[in-house]
């Protein structure tokens, strides 16, 4: 040692002793909770070892590597077999500071060796991180055989074709989100390029429309044409060849009238068996809007339809009693079976109790006459409500996409829960019967044929999300589910019994309603997306600083496992949480070859419910309760941001604030370790898993809401679904990446991907049109998943 003073190890041994004098103090209280004492153990010596070095001490920056040492020794055991991920905020912090120390080291010595030992010290250090991460990162995952193609494959029973057109949604009215075609393929993807680019022209006009902006839009293609609509329900006509508009039809909705996010996932096409050939609206196009009415327009002209309703359009709010704007929205297609258009419609999550109803109705596709209309706590009533009265409020709601089986006149509901979420104590029997349900509504009456409830009394925000999917099961006409905890059931379509195993687990029972609590649910045993239980282990952050942040705040948290409920006076943790397992893209199904693609979520929500009083301070108020505030000139002190997050949930004793995805304040960074997302394929015959792999770059993600720009597989969070094709190929975008992907289906890996000009979330969609064989995407972005905000259709096809 050289006994001189060195400026530089003074500033790095000041730094290394901050940082250890906070993960001493934040590693003590961890141990406290009964959390990993490595903490308070590193923290002390990195203590030590900065006051060594801040006083110029050769014996400091010894300490130090033996710490990095030992911490890189202690990552492999805590991370336990997520490697490449969970070592990033245990290692590569330390690392740095690793190479500084040994920058900082010839300053304490006057050997004349000592930059070359300091440089191979760096190179060795730099060498071995590399190699570790790309021993890890290239560990290959397994990978089984697809089942072997059936050359019959399944009946579609919608009566309607896939290949050339896409008539409905989800393809077909089975849903399976399926292309016949095959001139793209695994082998020749690679060369799609962009042929043609259009635009809605439907952008949010104001900052706060900004914010709740989300297209969702996946066209149909009938004909020559593309039909679709925009986030405020403008309807659209495209030429299917060219993206050249032919006609185009905006229903005027208000700004005030968007729920949580503005968005039109799609539009219904009906053919008038009974109108005379080439008659005004003898073939038309149904959506749904966001101010809650059904509006028919010509496919042609794109003229509103004069036998539907009051010049094109009924108001499907009717009987409903008062609805402040914002609280009931259609943005979802309905779905059309025997001639009659079945909708639900989002009730805002959040709000009040006593929002208006989630009454389901069926329209005449033709007339808009109602057919039916039910209310589950009316089931007496078919029709509109008696003089004087109104649909049942608060009742559960059905905002997403439903199917249907036209040779049984089913329409299969994917139910939500009764508002508001987080609070089930004011809920009666017969909503906690049908909440959170497949229910199969026969529309010949209007009543329920069967339900099959996946959780009782939901306080999760666990609704059905996706739509069901219309399969074959050996030999028995099924339907697929898949739900937002990640598992999947498949069930008889005509009576709702499980072919596949369904098991039952015990769950906690306490909370602030433990009397509301069932002591079992229900889970797949056939197939989930579903992780195991989080542990301390699972937390992460872009530094050992806010890891251990992260495992305070778990150890802090009510978490029992799945299905642990709210509580008030800490946090309780939602694994998964209500962005899924899977959700309103649902999955995708290839008949032929008997295999299912879901794209999932696997993140936690961090949750706690709030006193009237507590929330009231804060400015958690209702729509209608911040709009009278403004109309009286009174400053409004909070805008709910992600859904939950400071939802007032009025009529009830609490407020609920969800931190979605448990993001953390300052950095934006995740809580749980990656991957957030992932892609999956399912052997549809056993339910064994094929193949499956993280989904989503990291190239758009980073701290502090700075795109990374690296191009690594990270598993990001995904909203939109897949499109499956006969040419071997899986087309998705959904990840918060921005990128549009070609997906091997044999073996999960990307064979072509395409950045894009705004958010992927929607579902793509697969046609033919003049021999030639397309692919289409509605670019729209999405406030939630923070992708940029978009306009553009977007069309792809071989060179």
């Not at 009987?319 to 297609?333: C, E, Q, T, Y």
Request: aromatic content about 10%.
């Amino acid at each position: 040692m050289s006994g001189r003073r060195s400026w530089s190890a003074i500033v790095l041994g000041l730094i290394i002793a901050a940082i250890g004098l906070v993960l001493a103090i934040g590693g003590a209280w961890l141990a406290v909770l009964g959390g990993s004492v490595y903490y308070l153990v590193a923290g002390v010596a990195m203590l030590v070892a900065g006051v060594q070095l801040a006083r110029s001490r050769m014996i400091g920056a010894y300490i130090y590597i033996g710490i990095v040492v030992l911490t890189v020794l202690w990552a492999f055991v805590d991370a336990r077999s997520n490697f490449v991920w969970a070592l990033v905020p245990r290692i590569i912090a330390p690392i740095v500071l690793l190479i500084a120390t040994f920058l900082v080291m010839p300053t304490l010595s006057r050997a004349a060796n000592r930059w070359k030992l300091a440089g191979g010290g760096i190179a060795a250090v730099v060498v071995a991180t590399a190699a570790l991460f790309t021993v890890l990162g290239t560990q290959g995952e397994a990978v089984a055989a697809l089942p072997t193609a059936s050359s019959r494959g399944m009946m579609d029973p919608s009566g309607i074709a896939v290949g050339a057109d896409w008539p409905a949604y989800g393809g077909t009215g089975a849903a399976r989100r399926y292309s016949p075609l095959t001139q793209i393929n695994s082998g020749n993807v690679g060369q799609l390029r962009q042929v043609w680019l259009s635009h809605t022209r439907d952008m949010p006009a104001t900052a706060a429309a900004a914010k709740m902006y989300g297209a969702e839009t996946t066209p149909l293609k009938i004909g020559d044409a593309l039909y679709l609509c925009s986030a405020k329900n403008i309807m659209i006509s495209l030429d299917a060849a060219t993206g050249k508009e032919r006609w185009r039809y905006d229903p005027k909705v208000k700004d005030e009238w968007i729920p949580y996010t503005a968005a039109c996932r799609g539009v219904s096409y009906y053919k008038n068996p009974n109108a005379a050939p080439g008659a005004a609206c003898a073939e038309r196009v149904i959506e749904g809007t966001l101010d809650a009415r059904l509006i028919a327009v010509d496919v042609k002209t794109g003229i509103p339809c004069a036998d539907f309703g009051t010049n094109g359009q009924v108001d499907a709010k009717t009987g409903m009693g008062k609805v402040f704007p914002g609280l009931v929205s259609i943005n979802s297609p309905p779905v059309i079976i025997r001639g009659i258009a079945v909708t639900g419609h989002q009730t805002t999550d959040g709000q009040e109790r006593w929002e208006p109803s989630g009454v389901i109705q069926g329209f005449d596709a033709v007339t808009g006459k109602l057919r039916f209309a039910w209310d589950m706590k009316h089931p007496e009533w078919n029709g509109y409500p008696p003089a004087g009265q109104e649909w049942s409020r608060g009742t559960p709601n059905m905002w997403t996409i439903a199917s249907g089986d036209e040779r049984l006149g089913l329409v299969y509901l994917p139910m939500g829960n009764s508002t508001v979420d987080y609070w089930s104590s004011m809920r009666s029997p017969v909503e906690n019967a049908y909440a959170t349900s497949i229910v199969a509504l026969d529309v010949t009456t209007g009543k329920p044929r069967w339900k099959f409830q996946a959780v009782k009394n939901d306080v999760w925000d666990y609704d059905f999300g996706s739509q069901p999917t219309l399969i074959d099961y050996k030999g028995t006409p099924a339907l697929l589910v898949s739900s937002k905890q990640g598992d999947m059931y498949v069930l008889d379509r005509a009576t709702g019994k499980p072919l596949t195993p369904v098991g039952t687990i015990k769950v906690p029972t306490d909370g602030v309603e433990p009397g509301q609590r069932s002591p079992t649910q229900i889970v797949s045993r056939w197939q989930t997306l579903r992780r195991d239980p989080l542990t301390e282990h699972d937390m992460w952050g872009m530094s050992p600083i806010d890891q251990m942040i992260c495992r305070i705040n778990f150890k802090r948290a009510s978490y029992k496992g799945f299905f642990t409920p709210p509580e008030v006076d800490r946090h309780s943790i939602e694994y998964p949480g209500y962005n899924g397992g899977t959700d309103w893209g649902s999955v995708a199904v290839d008949p032929a070859r008997g295999v299912i693609v879901a794209n999932y979520n696997d993140m936690p929500n961090y949750v706690r419910l709030v006193p009237r009083a507590a929330a009231n301070k804060q400015g958690w108020f209702t729509r209608e309760q911040n709009a009278d505030l403004k109309k009286h000139g009174k400053a409004v002190r909070f805008e709910p941001g992600a859904e939950g997050a400071g939802d007032p949930q009025a009529q009830t004793p609490y407020a609920v604030d969800v931190n979605a995805g448990w993001v953390m304040p300052f950095t934006g960074m995740l809580c749980k370790q990656p991957p957030y997302g992932g892609i999956r394929a399912i052997n549809l015959a056993t339910g064994k898993t094929l193949w499956d792999h993280p989904f989503g770059s990291a190239r758009e993600n980073g701290p502090f809401g700075i795109p990374s720009r690296l191009p690594v597989t990270i598993g990001t969070p995904n909203n939109g679904g897949a499109v499956v094709t006969a040419g071997g190929v899986i087309f998705v975008a959904a990840s918060t990446d921005n990128l549009f992907k070609a997906i091997d289906l044999k073996t999960g890996k990307i064979l072509w991907q395409v950045a894009l000009p705004a958010g992927g979330q929607a579902t793509p969609m697969v046609y033919e049109q003049g021999g030639r064989e397309y692919v289409v995407l509605v670019t729209g972005g999405h406030h939630f998943m923070k992708t940029p905000i978009g306009d553009q259709v977007i069309a792809w096809a071989l060179t």
